[in-house]
């Protein structure tokens, strides 16, 4: 019964977006508006049928109705509760419902946001082609992706979630929070789609989808963040990034969404790069449709290419429509396209811009040939080729230590020009800074050439932060009179976007600080140890204390109680272990982390103790990784300072004697009609 | 040029064109591993405990002059289950001749379940443990089932590197047997 | 740093010094920095570096250096057997090519196909950063627009009765 629910919403989720996208095609070729208010209703129509689809599914999985192949395949009756409920994404049905379930929310959302201007022919459009997109994962849902097939034979038990799966509370978010990121990209692309296809190629579509941009790439930093974290703590190799193909594949739509992030605001002040940022944005939803087609395929290996079904060839198939379809918009509004704006100087924030987005553009094009060289190189020549960890660092390390110079210095830059001396009284203090901060890590005994520069540069970029909000702030104290926190505050919302900005980049800065440490302090050893023998690594002791064993009906677990000591002190005794599942046949090992606010201790059991008690352990001494997590929070942070400017108090014209607006920007929402566009 | 940024986009859509169809074809296909140059090459020497007799010992080199079949397994892997049937027909068949052997060695397991699979299945040829996974890397193995045959004179002449099936192992043998 | 009111200027040769001063001190730690450790690498070292280039068989994309499996940790154990043996780096990636194949590398080597995989990037940038400095060129070409003095003049006025 509940199978017979789920695929009949599916089915009249499909033929409500059909019905949605015939409405609003007919509206805008026939200039019908009561025809376009009727395909937008329709959107919450398929927003309604999407969640009582999921809604069919997780009353399936929560009854352990097995006669339904997906429960069965991802779901047993011993699979606790969260893990029951997250069963919706654990496989590709599952996922692809759940991808539906986020863009239909989406679609409505941003039909609400704009309901005052429905039958303006850009949101028309735009609301056309996420109808469109819905409409192709409901079809795949009809086709190759069923998430309700039914077996005849119903059996008495599933295979539940595979073991990776289970064992981590984090699996509950890490899927959902990537979703909410690479959904939301949706919004912007049909946004640029609809500006091509009206013409009215200017800034008002930027403007349109500033928020909801910020709003994904926030979802997608935060997914990435807990994709490596759940990877250091629950998976037990050892680290948080293996560029590993799903990985990058998560990585490639952030690098352009970065990189479109910044270019906006090129084109929001002076005009320019219009055809580079719609390229940025329909680059960034392909990525998102590869990303998918590369882990649900079955092309490359991976933890999560869980399948190889019929469903490549669908989501490559679309992946060319789109390509095709955008580049040959962008081919036919070229003219409207030409910039009216030039870039004055080198030493400019248009250039410093430019680069940024030529950095990011490279490390994204690394990434992503990377990934794909294994595939090409056997599709043309039949060979066998790896390209893992040792490329990736070697290209990325550059070009990430270029970006990270670029955002120390970009904030001191003025649009336009800036002179010698403002650059200077700008950028002097904080230079120095970053130069003896590396005077500092090379005099402390660091090596490693990447990791001063790093050091240099983060002491750099922290310094020009500072000063830069410090200056701010005094300002206004001295102005008002007031005390500090009000000042802050005050200054801080004075300009929500510039300085959330500069808190995402001290979230950055972080992270990179982080990743040069942990790459070159630290300490590994793997030893076997006899019950009360110990193991010194680095300023630590870790004694073997003993075996447990603990049998669920989930799954068998063996642990190796390790005593860790330092100088002395006894810092608790941990319990790192290997958990054998009834349904999978080899092991999957748990770490047990020690989080220190400068060092973890990564504690990881090697070998299952044998009958004389021996067992190998893994000890590694990592530097700097609660500060990764830190890192994460701050961007998001900064991403939710940035969301607060609130349009309607932004002063329509700043009071800045050297701005040229080059074209009108639009501003929404107001129910008059839009200006013409002076350059088309 | 008079509009450049239109022979941009239709360079860029070859491009893409391009790299569709090369993952077009990729589509489907089984990413797996074909191994490196041991064919026709000298069979690397092993020399590996028995699994189920105490202190006793298998060495390549002392079957020179009978064709070896060497079959690396464990009992969790789906196909090596599969093929048991298959190793255990073979056997049969050709246990009698004098100028066959046939070595099972473990991979990536612990030899006391690995007993106890053989155990259910009935494995009664010579059986191996490979404590250091000396061995498994001397082959070149990347996974399990491996199936190698080696002629009398120590030459590999075969591999097949998923579940063998009895024609796959008699063909196997043949070549072995020419030499 | 004090605020300078916008109509002081730095005094240009101090302002340059410094800079100048700045460059040389990241120029010797750097040097410092890069100056290759005194003695020997050990043996642990040696295995980590080597295991950190080959791939692990029975993974996914990790590399034999952090892999736990047991291939991989057979894998470390016949590596230290060969350091300790005598061979170098190369001979030891050599070896596992001879036996595995091109793909138990994970940093592809330089000839063959490979090329393009360390090529390709190099050029991609060479031509985007020469995209970026003909669009800065073409715009140095355009008149660099300053105010004449009846523009000033009529901003004056507009100030002065707005």
Known sequence: MKATIGFLAIALGTASAALGVANIAMGLFRGRPDQIRTGRRLVFIVLA??????????????????????????NARATPLLFTITGLWA?????????????????????????????????????????????????????PANPFTVSTTVPLDGAGPNPLLQNHPLMAFHPPMLYLGYVGFTIPFSFAIAALATGRVGEGWLADTRRTTLVAWGFLTAGIILGAWWSYEVLGWGGFWAWDPVENASLLPWLTATAFIHSLMVQERRGMLRVWNLSLVIAT????????????????????????????????????????????????????????????????????????????????FVVLLGTVFPLLAEALRGEQLSVGEPYFDTMATPIGLAILFLMAAAPALGWRATSGEVLTRRLMVPAWVGGLTMVVTVVAGTRSLAAVVAFGLAGFAL????????????????????????????????????????????????????????????????????RGES??????????????????????????????????????????????????????????????????????LVSSPSESERVTVGVAVNSMVLWLWIGGGVMAA???????????????????????????VDDTPSPRPEPAEATV | ???????????????????????????????????????????????????????????????????????????????????????????????????????????????????????????????????????????????QPETFAISPAGVVTGKQLSEVSVDDLEALLARARAG | MPARGPGEAVNPRARNGSWIALGLVVIVTLWVAARPEPGTPSVRDRVRSVSSELRCVDCQSQSVAVSSTSSARAFRADIR?????????????????????????????????????????????LMGAGGVALVLARSRRQPRLTATEDDEALVADAREHP
């Open chain 1, 91 to 143: 496989s590709l049905e599952g996922s692809i419902l759940l991808w539906a379930l986020i863009l239909a929310g989406y679609l409505a959302f941003t039909a609400h946001r704009f309901r005052h201007r429905a039958t303006d022919p850009r949101v028309a459009w735009a609301t056309l082609v996420g109808l469109i997109v819905v409409l192709f994962f409901f079809a795949l849902m009809l086709g």
């Open chain 2, 1 to 143: 040029m008079r509009n450049p940024s239109r022979w941009i986009a239709i360079g860029i859509a070859a491009v893409v064109a391009l790299f569709g169809v090369a993952l077009a074809t990729q589509v489907g296909s089984d990413p797996s591993y074909a191994g490196g140059a041991i064919l026709q090459r000298r069979a690397p020497d092993f020399d590996l405990p028995l699994l189920d007799v105490d202190g006793a010992r298998v060495n390549l080199t002392s079957l020179r002059g009978q064709s070896v079949i060497v079959n690396f397994w464990n009992s969790w892997c789906l196909p090596c289950r599969a093929e048991a049937p298959a190793l255990l027909e073979f056997w049969d068949r050709h246990a009698g001749d004098g100028d066959v052997a046939m070595v099972g060695i473990v991979r990536d397991e612990s030899p006391s379940a690995a007993r106890k699979g053989a155990r259910e299945d009935g494995f009664d040829w010579t059986l191996a443990i490979d404590p250091d996974g000396q061995a498994a890397i001397a082959y070149g193995t990347t996974g």
């Open chain 1, 535 to 604: 193991v010194d690594v680095g300023s630590y002791t870790v004694t073997f204390l003993g075996t447990d064993l603990e049998r669920t009906a989930q799954k068998t677990t063996k642990s190796a109680r390790l005593r860790l000591e330092r100088g002395g002190d006894v810092l608790g005794v941990y319990a790192p272990s290997i958990s054998t599942f009834p349904n999978a046949n080899s092991g999957i090992g748990t770490p047990s982390v020690r989080t220190g606010l400068f060092e973890d201790v990564y504690l990881t």
């Open chain 1, 285 to 364: 939803f392909c990525l998102t449709i590869l990303g998918t087609f590369l882990t649900r395929s079955g092309v490359l290996n991976s933890v999560h290419a869980f399948s190889d079904s019929a469903i490549g060839s669908w989501l490559l198939t679309f992946l060319g429509l789109v390509a095709g379809g955008s580049i040959a918009l962008i081919a036919w509004r070229a003219d409207a396209l030409r910039a009216p704006g030039r870039i004055d100087s080198a030493v400019s924030r248009e250039a410093a811009f430019l680069g940024n987005n030529l950095a990011f553009a490279a490390l994204a």
């Open chain 3, 81 to 125: 057997r060969r350091i300790e043996a005598g061979e170098s780096n190369a001979e030891i990636r050599r070896a596992y090519v001879e036996t595995y194949g091109e793909f138990i590398l994970l940093k592809p080597a330089g000839s063959g196909l490979g090329v393009f995989l360390w090529a390709l990037p190099v050029v991609v940038v």
């Open chain 1, 463 to 530: 310094a020009g932060v500072a000063r830069s909000v410090g200056v701010g702030v005094r300002a206004r104290r001295r102005a008002d009179e007031e005390g500090w926190v009000r000042a802050a505050t005050r200054t801080v919302m004075s300009n929500p976007r510039l300085y959330g900005g500069l808190v995402v980049h001290v979230g950055v800065v972080i992270i990179a600080v982080a990743l040069a440490s942990f790459a070159t302090f630290g300490a590994k050893r793997e030893v076997r140890l006899e």
């Open chain 1, 638 to 664: 900064g991403t939710i300072v940035a969301l607060l400017a609130v349009r309607a108090h932004e002063p329509r014209t700043r009071a800045r004697p050297a701005a040229a607006p080059a074209g009108p």
């Open chain 1, 49 to 74: 049928f999407t969640i009582v689809a999921v809604g069919a599914m997780e009353w399936a999985l929560l009854t352990h109705d097995f006669s339904i192949e997906y429960v069965a395949d991802n």
